[in-house]
């Protein structure tokens, strides 16, 4: 069942978001030291699906807002922390009940779940909204979904809300999926696969990130909680803790500034081409010697140092992004330990790390991967990380094409979002298609550079002019 879907990327490059996090010195205000001496093993279980709002590898390791949340509270409780994520057969509830787990991360808050489960403190407040792809009929009112195809996950708040909404309109029906999470239901609309999905707002702002594409047609049923789920048991510290962590992420400001990083408006990556000539022509000469230097010594050509910042941050050295990356190459806080950048919106380390980290992609990559296809390659990995990108190749390896083929790879990479993929894959779900588009502008970008070195040319032009470039 091959299902390549094609995604647009929402690229968080210059952000609309003033979050103040300077230079590369952590960013995470951890709330006071609280331990659990008798904790089982030292460690907490934390149950949670995966996917973009909760947990996930990205480029850079572990993400997701969830997963932050629970890596602070094992800090904060002087534990070790380990994430189990369920597959979609089997609900969180049914995880915890059955002792899987010590809570689950990111669950409604509805009755039926407050009878077998502590909740602790809510964090957001969230809807179940009908989303629809751009082009199909936007239903305006409730009446006008009664007889359309509905899909839901099965026991979700999703789910009781379209329960809730019968009892006035009866003729009101749906489908519950027992195997796919609101993200699968979402990319199957935004590839036409499916009419309608109601989903929590959280995921749906999320996704709509990555599937552009996707609309919000309306809220159903009430605003509802965000919470952690405990389970009821007489052991009640972990549950005790909760409440004291939730109040230091509040009074911290921590909480705010994970919110907006995760779910915060984005600015699109979308230039048109006549800005970027401008661009070329009044910013780039301020940043060139730094990317001539960093070309120099990491053996890169200076050029594509150069596109992937503009597709990173439109060359802008104060860049910020949602998930808390800066600066012109858009480094996170790990990866500046690990090149020793200490100043990320310093656009001279800045360069320098990221030439680094992208010779560092460069260098891991197999050995027999001919050039381009192997900077292609290295490029969408700076976008999705190493990890997902050998899942890309295993998946192309697995349908008798080419892994070291760029144009073979970047067929799979949308793969990586499908479940019916991304669950034979060794590190899960990721954005495939971002990188494809990632990769993709940033050839644009260095195509133009190498054009315009040897002629003057047309905008309109050098539209057309996109054959792959030498490197």
Request: with cysteine; proline share 6%.
């Amino acid at each position: 069942m091959d299902r390549p879907g094609r995604q647009l990327r929402a690229l968080a490059g210059a952000a609309s978001l003033a979050i103040a996090l300077a230079g590369c010195s952590t960013h995470r205000a951890k709330p006071r030291l609280v331990r659990i001496p008798d904790q089982k093993h030292r460690e907490i279980v934390v149950l949670t699906r995966n996917g973009p709002t909760t947990f996930y590898e990205g480029a850079q390791g572990p993400a997701g807002m969830e997963y932050d949340m629970a890596r602070d509270f094992a800090d904060y409780l002087g534990l070790r922390l380990k994430i189990k994520v369920i597959g979609h057969g089997q609900s969180l509830m049914q995880a915890l009940a059955a002792g899987q787990g010590d809570f689950a991360a990111g669950v409604t808050i509805t009755p039926a779940r407050q009878a077998v489960a502590r909740f602790g403190p809510p964090y957001q407040i969230v809807h179940e909204q009908l989303v629809y792809r751009k082009g199909m009929q936007a239903p305006a009112k409730l009446q006008d979904i009664v007889g359309r195809p509905i899909e839901v996950v099965a026991g979700s708040s999703a789910d009781v809300a379209l329960q809730t909404l019968r009892r006035t309109l009866p003729r009101l029906s749906w489908t519950e999926a027992n195997h796919m999470g609101a993200n699968e239901l979402l990319f199957l609309v935004w590839q036409g696969l499916l009419r309608y999905a109601v989903a929590n707002s959280n995921v749906v702002a999320v996704n709509r990130r990555y599937y552009p594409a996707l609309r919000v047609a309306f809220d159903i049923g009430p605003p509802r909680r965000l919470a952690w789920a405990f389970p009821k048991t007489r052991d009640t510290k972990l549950y005790r803790a909760s409440f004291r962590f939730f109040a230091e992420l509040k009074r911290s400001g921590q909480l705010a500034d994970l919110i907006a990083r995760y779910y915060g408006v984005t600015r699109l990556n979308y230039v048109h081409i006549h800005t970027y000539l401008d661009k070329v022509r009044t910013t780039l000469p301020l940043y060139a010697p730094l990317f001539r230097a960093a070309g120099a010594r990491y053996d890169i050509p200076w050029r594509l140092l150069a596109a992937v910042a503009y597709q990173e941050s439109l060359w802008e050295p104060d860049a910020v992004s949602p998930t808390g990356v800066q600066g012109l190459m858009m480094l996170t806080n790990d990866t500046c330990l690990s090149l020793g950048v200490t100043d990320r919106l310093n656009p001279q380390q800045s360069v320098d790390g990221g030439a680094h980290y992208l010779r560092g992609l460069l260098d891991a990559l197999p050995a027999d991967i001919p050039e381009p296809d192997r900077t292609w390659m290295a490029l969408a990995a700076y976008n999705i990380g190493l990890n997902h990108l050998e899942d890309a190749r295993w998946l192309t390896r697995e349908q008798g094409a080419n892994p070291d083929r760029w144009a073979d790879v970047e067929q799979r990479l949308p793969l990586l979002a499908d479940p019916w993929w991304y669950r034979r894959t060794r590190f899960g779900y990721a954005a495939g298609y971002t990188a494809v588009q990632y990769v993709n502008r940033i050839r644009v970008y260095y195509r133009i550079l190498r054009h315009l070195r040897q002629t003057t040319t047309t905008a309109r032009s050098l539209l057309f002019q996109l054959s792959e470039p030498a490197i």
